[in-house]
């Protein structure tokens, strides 16, 4: 009875003890000839017994399969990224079904594209489970002595054959190493091919016509031998043959290919910053990621932008950097350990469940409780537990830096996980939380807010491997806290410009006490400061006397005893003595002051931090001013970074750049004007200042409205209700072209507190054209002047116009009542939400035209009838 399949050769047939369904066959061989050898009669027979015949086709050797029309040939791009890769394939398979055919290109090709045998390895383990579920025969090679022992023995154990050829004087032996369920006497010898016959090396008909066996013998001996250097990753040969160039020039052709190399498989493949990282990297530099690089792959776009910062500020011979910048000793997990960290818990089908169109937000809540519960392979463990000793009980911060990450056109800022940790307690505390951060950073690439991201920029296809960042916290100990001076983020452009006299390109600074983690995010009933950099002691606020009120009143830090991440009152932690310069950071509110000895209060001050004196009396703007231009003009581009500052005893400042990436501008555009004579009762709003996104002339086609007194009214739980609403009210919206709608509302939009403003997700509100947050004094609903932050970037990113009102205030016009006049559509489209019809108002306009025009230059923006 013949074999359901066949290798196409009977006589190895009977050797195998024939091919069974689900059968993945792997070829080890020393070159791709040989594996030709075995796959051409195996296709042959095929075609022969009308199977269903597959060829993957994706390597960069001469195609193994000639076009034939009962062959279906699939190219695929290794380029892509193995989840890409990966994915189609999987794809592939399950169009093709059950009881197919395959035969792949050898495999080792793909480290040209990969760089890594560790995710070789966990190609095989994603796919061949996978054809062996569907009762498929597939065919597939390695390169003998190419890959690292433990690259083959992940292959040998999930594959069901594994297969030595030798290629000796002229003849073909096959050694079987694995065959699995299956066994004869003589199977696991060196068979010698003779025509259709495999014969044993051992036996007397061998010897009879071949000689002595012992040459083969010794043969294959030597070729075990030379083995020995699979030791290594080719991912480690990489390195290592950097490290051997040490001493030749930069300028030498091999150095520069390498360090091209090096970049793209490290850095990542965002083609203008893996430009700019060769511009910038050495081949010393790219060695010194390596020794800190947990596992392989990228370090993602996080870490990349850090370094390049530092690199192109040491290569700037006009400011002796080295004299403000802090140091770095940080770590990189690679991007490849997030791969094998999914593929090893066995979650990698899940994965490709949640990429499909159904699965995309339906999947994620499962597969980031998976991922919150893993165990990483025992590898890693240990490399995670070098990063445990090496930093003691200083205090760290493990930061995502994913492929996508902080690259031109996509900051993700805010979307995925930074934990701190204050490494308190014995090493296998310390050991426990590390590994939980790692997983809550991995968790939150299933994120709603992260996929939501994702989709709408078209992203959520592409592969998003996720590297993790650690960092020694920047600080100091001040009793049992632990925090920096100073913290923020700074802008090398600033289209938030408030006075006509302030000039974008001089950038932006937002700056508080302690952590930057009330810098980055719209902190609740909190002011860090806001500093143009050409002006940097005026403020967006009008009166004097709202400097206390637009101030910082809270305090991010880590705290020892608790061992965990705090918020501190301010007043509260200067009482404390702590050495905090208050000189150059704090000024004492006369106001205050002046009402507390009228009480008899002595021997206490009431402080307010505006940074005066750091800005006025220190080099600090001039040095910060300098840092964002110079990164601007090696980036050509605008750009963002986060930083903190410490002082030494003496006053001197150092500063640590703990991030630099591209930043998303809208800018000056030329030709926006903004007519005259428009008559007040044709004014829907107009403002000077306080707007983000530039100069735009803008049509609208739809309004929603968020009563201020009304919502005030509403009790908590019902806050969220219309929190929901809108969100519900964006998904209606087809597009920013064909229905652009303005949305206003009290407060702040995005907050987590409901007192403060309406407290949408962002993917809630990310249809919206123009976003415009209002006062409200009978509420204390204010906007909150967001420039830096992640909301900051996610409106740019969205191409969403920012304006805040406040009513109040002289020469500022809101036209309410010419909203409430008109005819409340809600009820039309969620009949079901007529209670809140007093609350939310939406309006379409057809008869006449609704448009804002905004003019950087002027700081203008009026929103107005036509």
Request: proline letters at 4%; aromatic letters at 12%; a negative charge.
């Given at each position: 009875?013949?074999?359901?399949?066949?290798?196409?050769?009977s006589?190895?047939?009977?050797?195998?003890?024939?091919?069974?369904?689900?059968?993945?066959?792997?070829?080890?061989?020393?070159?791709?000839?040989?594996?030709?050898h075995?796959?051409?009669?195996?296709?042959?027979?095929?075609?022969?017994?009308?199977?269903?015949l597959?060829?993957?086709?994706?390597?960069?050797?001469?195609?193994?399969v000639?076009?034939?029309?009962?062959?279906?040939?699939?190219q695929l791009?290794?380029?892509?990224g193995?989840?890409?890769?990966?994915?189609?394939?999987?794809?592939?398979?399950s169009?093709?079904?059950?009881?197919?055919?395959?035969?792949?290109?050898c495999?080792?090709?793909?480290?040209?594209?990969?760089?890594?045998?560790?995710?070789?390895?966990?190609?095989?383990?994603v796919t061949?489970?996978?054809?062996?579920?569907?009762?498929?025969?597939?065919?597939?090679?390695?390169?003998r002595?190419?890959?690292?022992?433990?690259?083959?023995?992940?292959?040998?154990?999930?594959?069901?054959?594994?297969?030595?050829?030798?290629?000796?004087?002229?003849s073909?032996?096959v050694?079987?190493?694995?065959?699995?369920?299956?066994?004869?006497?003589?199977?696991?010898?060196?068979?010698?091919?003779?025509?259709?016959?495999?014969?044993?090396?051992?036996?007397?008909?061998?010897?009879?016509?071949?000689?002595?066996a012992?040459k083969?013998?010794?043969?294959?001996?030597?070729?075990?031998?030379?083995?020995?250097?699979?030791?290594?990753?080719?991912?480690?040969?990489?390195?290592?043959?950097?490290d051997?160039?040490?001493?030749?020039?930069?300028?030498?052709?091999?150095?520069?290919r390498?360090?091209?190399?090096?970049?793209?498989?490290?850095?990542?493949?965002?083609?203008?910053?893996?430009?700019?990282?060769?511009?910038?990297?050495?081949?010393?530099?790219?060695?010194?990621?390596?020794?800190?690089?947990?596992?392989?792959?990228?370090?993602?776009?996080?870490?990349?932008?850090?370094?390049?910062?530092?690199?192109?500020?040491?290569?700037?011979?006009?400011?002796?950097?080295?004299?403000?910048?802090?140091?770095?000793?940080?770590?990189?997990?690679?991007?490849?350990?997030?791969?094998?960290?999914?593929?090893?818990?066995?979650?990698?089908?899940?994965?490709?469940?949640?990429?499909?169109?159904?699965?995309?937000?339906?999947?994620?809540?499962?597969l980031?409780?998976?991922?919150?519960?893993?165990?990483?392979?025992?590898?890693?463990?240990?490399?995670?537990?070098?990063?445990?000793?090496?930093?003691?009980?200083?205090?760290?911060?493990?930061?995502?830096?994913?492929?996508?990450?902080?690259?031109?056109?996509?900051?993700f800022?805010?979307?995925?996980?930074?934990?701190?940790?204050?490494?308190?307690?014995?090493?296998?505390?310390?050991?426990?939380?590390?590994?939980?951060?790692?997983?809550?950073?991995?968790a939150?690439?299933?994120d709603?807010?992260?996929?939501?991201?994702?989709?709408?920029?078209?992203l959520?296809?592409?592969?998003?491997?996720?590297?993790v960042?650690?960092?020694?916290?920047?600080?100091?100990?001040?009793?049992?806290?632990?925090?920096?001076?100073?913290?923020?983020?700074?802008?090398?452009?600033?289209?938030?410009?408030?006075?006509?006299?302030?000039?974008?390109?001089?950038?932006?600074?937002?700056?508080?006490?302690?952590?930057?983690?009330?810098?980055?995010?719209?902190?609740?009933?909190?002011?860090?400061?806001?500093?143009?950099?050409?002006?940097?002691?005026?403020?967006?606020?009008?009166?004097?006397?709202?400097?206390?009120k637009?101030?910082?009143?809270?305090?991010?830090?880590?705290?020892?005893?608790?061992?965990?991440?705090?918020?501190?009152?301010?007043?509260?932690?200067?009482?404390?003595?702590?050495?905090?310069?208050?000189?150059?950071?704090?000024?004492?509110?006369?106001?205050?002051?002046q009402?507390?000895?009228?009480?008899?209060v002595?021997?206490?001050?009431?402080?307010?931090?505006?940074?005066?004196?750091?800005?006025?009396?220190?080099?600090?703007?001039?040095?910060?001013?300098?840092?964002?231009?110079?990164?601007?003009?090696?980036?050509?581009?605008?750009?963002?970074?986060?930083?903190?500052?410490?002082?030494?005893?003496?006053?001197?400042?150092?500063?640590?750049?703990?991030?630099?990436?591209?930043?998303?501008?809208?800018?000056?555009?030329?030709?926006?004007?903004?007519?005259?004579?428009?008559?007040t009762?044709?004014?829907?709003?107009?403002?000077?200042?306080?707007?983000?996104?530039?100069?735009?002339?803008?049509?609208?086609?739809?309004?929603?409205?968020?009563d201020?007194?009304?919502?005030?009214?509403?009790?908590?739980?019902?806050?969220y209700?219309?929190?929901?609403?809108?969100?519900?009210?964006?998904?209606r919206?087809?597009?920013?072209?064909?229905?652009?709608?303005?949305?206003?509302?009290?407060?702040?939009?995005?907050?987590t507190?409901?007192?403060?403003?309406?407290?949408?997700?962002?993917?809630?509100?990310?249809?919206?054209?123009?976003?415009?947050?209002?006062?409200?004094?009978?509420?204390?609903?204010?906007?909150?002047?967001?420039?830096?932050?992640?909301?900051?970037?996610?409106?740019?990113e969205?191409?969403?116009?920012?304006?805040?009102?406040?009513?109040?205030?002289?020469?500022?016009?809101?036209?309410?009542?010419?909203?409430?006049?008109?005819?409340?559509?809600?009820?039309?489209?969620?009949?079901?939400?007529?209670?809140?019809?007093?609350?939310?108002?939406?309006?379409?306009?057809?008869?006449?035209?609704?448009?804002?025009?905004?003019?950087?230059?002027?700081?203008?923006?009026?929103?107005f009838?036509?």
């Amino acid at each position: 009875m013949a074999p359901w399949a066949s290798t196409g050769f009977s006589e190895l047939d009977k050797l195998l003890c024939d091919l069974k369904k689900g059968d993945n066959v792997v070829w080890q061989v020393d070159g791709v000839e040989d594996y030709r050898h075995f796959v051409t009669p195996y296709v042959a027979q095929a075609l022969r017994d009308k199977r269903n015949l597959v060829y993957m086709r994706f390597a960069q050797h001469q195609p193994l399969v000639e076009n034939q029309p009962n062959i279906t040939t699939y190219q695929l791009d290794a380029d892509s990224g193995f989840e890409s890769f990966s994915k189609q394939v999987h794809a592939i398979i399950s169009e093709q079904g059950k009881e197919t055919y395959y035969v792949f290109d050898c495999l080792s090709d793909l480290l040209s594209a990969w760089a890594t045998d560790l995710m070789i390895g966990n190609f095989f383990m994603v796919t061949c489970p996978y054809l062996f579920e569907l009762d498929t025969v597939s065919y597939f090679a390695v390169l003998r002595n190419y890959h690292s022992f433990q690259t083959v023995a992940r292959i040998r154990e999930t594959t069901q054959l594994l297969l030595d050829v030798y290629n000796f004087d002229g003849s073909f032996y096959v050694h079987p190493l694995k065959v699995w369920n299956r066994y004869s006497p003589s199977m696991f010898l060196p068979h010698l091919q003779q025509g259709e016959n495999f014969l044993p090396i051992t036996s007397p008909d061998y010897a009879a016509s071949s000689g002595d066996a012992s040459k083969v013998l010794s043969y294959i001996s030597k070729k075990v031998r030379n083995g020995s250097l699979r030791a290594l990753d080719y991912w480690d040969r990489l390195f290592m043959k950097a490290d051997s160039l040490m001493q030749a020039p930069s300028d030498c052709e091999e150095v520069k290919r390498l360090v091209g190399e090096l970049c793209r498989i490290t850095v990542g493949r965002e083609k203008r910053l893996c430009k700019l990282a060769q511009d910038s990297f050495s081949l010393e530099d790219l060695l010194n990621i390596k020794s800190r690089l947990i596992g392989s792959g990228f370090i993602g776009g996080k870490a990349a932008g850090m370094l390049l910062a530092q690199k192109i500020l040491s290569q700037d011979k006009s400011s002796n950097w080295s004299q403000y910048l802090e140091p770095h000793d940080s770590f990189y997990v690679g991007s490849d350990v997030f791969y094998s960290y999914i593929v090893e818990n066995g979650w990698w089908k899940l994965l490709m469940e949640q990429k499909t169109k159904e699965g995309y937000f339906k999947v994620a809540p499962e597969l980031k409780e998976n991922l919150l519960r893993g165990k990483f392979p025992n590898q890693v463990r240990e490399r995670f537990q070098e990063i445990i000793e090496y930093f003691g009980q200083y205090p760290i911060i493990l930061r995502s830096s994913s492929l996508l990450e902080d690259s031109f056109g996509n900051a993700f800022a805010g979307k995925y996980e930074s934990i701190f940790l204050v490494s308190q307690g014995d090493p296998e505390q310390r050991y426990s939380e590390f590994e939980e951060a790692m997983r809550r950073v991995y968790a939150s690439t299933m994120d709603e807010n992260a996929l939501a991201y994702r989709l709408q920029r078209g992203l959520d296809q592409q592969d998003e491997q996720m590297a993790v960042l650690v960092q020694r916290v920047s600080g100091s100990y001040k009793k049992h806290y632990f925090l920096p001076d100073l913290a923020g983020v700074g802008v090398s452009y600033n289209t938030f410009v408030w006075k006509p006299e302030l000039d974008p390109k001089a950038g932006m600074l937002r700056l508080v006490l302690g952590l930057g983690t009330r810098a980055v995010e719209r902190v609740e009933d909190d002011y860090p400061q806001t500093i143009a950099l050409d002006q940097p002691l005026i403020r967006p606020y009008a009166d004097r006397q709202d400097a206390k009120k637009f101030s910082q009143h809270n305090v991010d830090l880590l705290d020892t005893e608790e061992n965990r991440l705090k918020t501190v009152g301010l007043t509260e932690l200067l009482n404390e003595k702590l050495g905090i310069r208050l000189d150059l950071v704090a000024s004492l509110d006369r106001h205050i002051q002046q009402k507390m000895g009228e009480l008899g209060v002595k021997g206490e001050h009431a402080w307010v931090l505006t940074f005066e004196k750091l800005l006025a009396g220190t080099e600090f703007t001039q040095i910060m001013r300098k840092m964002l231009k110079t990164l601007e003009n090696r980036y050509q581009y605008p750009v963002d970074i986060e930083f903190t500052v410490n002082f030494a005893g003496d006053g001197a400042f150092k500063v640590n750049l703990l991030q630099c990436r591209p930043l998303q501008t809208k800018g000056i555009k030329a030709g926006i004007r903004i007519p005259e004579n428009i008559e007040t009762k044709d004014i829907l709003f107009a403002s000077h200042g306080y707007t983000m996104g530039g100069s735009i002339s803008q049509p609208l086609k739809r309004i929603i409205y968020i009563d201020p007194e009304k919502y005030v009214e509403l009790p908590i739980s019902q806050k969220y209700s219309i929190a929901r609403l809108v969100g519900k009210l964006n998904s209606r919206i087809d597009s920013k072209q064909t229905t652009p709608t303005i949305l206003l509302g009290p407060g702040r939009w995005g907050t987590t507190t409901p007192s403060l403003g309406v407290p949408v997700n962002f993917s809630e509100i990310n249809r919206i054209a123009v976003l415009v947050e209002i006062a409200y004094e009978g509420g204390n609903l204010m906007p909150e002047l967001s420039f830096g932050t992640h909301f900051f970037h996610d409106l740019v990113e969205s191409d969403i116009f920012y304006a805040a009102l406040f009513p109040q205030k002289e020469g500022i016009i809101f036209n309410k009542e010419c909203l409430l006049g008109m005819r409340n559509l809600l009820t039309d489209i969620f009949p079901q939400e007529s209670k809140y019809q007093d609350v939310v108002h939406v309006w379409d306009i057809d008869s006449e035209q609704l448009e804002i025009t905004s003019d950087v230059v002027s700081q203008r923006v009026v929103c107005f009838f036509t």
